[in-house]
């Protein structure tokens, strides 16, 4: 059993930038790959970054290319998310996730095993 457990939302200008955390129980953790997704009002989850177990593999969504950079500590069982330039549009409920098939990174949600509760980020224009 893996919990995860997000910090590091809040508010900041646009151009501004956050760093989320990802804190994960549970032994296996470091073998799981990691996504982060997000959720605005009235908005369909959509996927924003993964990156697989080892910290050596990373897929990210056009919009966030560029400007968002994921990593981790196995040591630390975390997993971040630096947030730059960060635009209006970036405003929505941050989560993290965690796949126990440790071979892919993937973008579909249906596809994580276990979800953290969500960290607001809001960009302010």
């Known amino acids: 059993q893996v919990q995860l457990v997000e910090s590091g939302g809040g508010l900041v200008q646009a151009g501004g930038s956050l760093r989320l955390s990802c804190a994960a129980s549970g032994r296996s953790f470091s073998n799981y790959a990691t996504g982060w997704f997000r959720q605005a009002p009235g908005k369909e989850r959509e996927f924003v970054v993964a990156?697989?177990?080892?910290?050596?593999?990373?897929d990210y969504a056009d919009s966030v290319k560029g400007r968002f950079t994921i990593s981790r500590d196995n040591t630390k069982k975390t997993v971040y998310l630096q947030m730059n330039s960060l635009k209006p549009e970036d405003t929505a409920v941050y989560y993290c996730?965690?796949?126990?098939?440790?071979?892919?990174?993937?973008?579909?949600?249906?596809?994580?095993?276990?979800w953290g509760q969500g960290t607001q980020v809001t960009v302010s224009s």
């Open positions: 990156i697989n177990w080892r910290g050596t593999d990373t």
């Open positions: 996730a965690a796949d126990s098939t440790f071979t892919r990174i993937t973008r579909l949600a249906n596809l994580y095993d276990y």
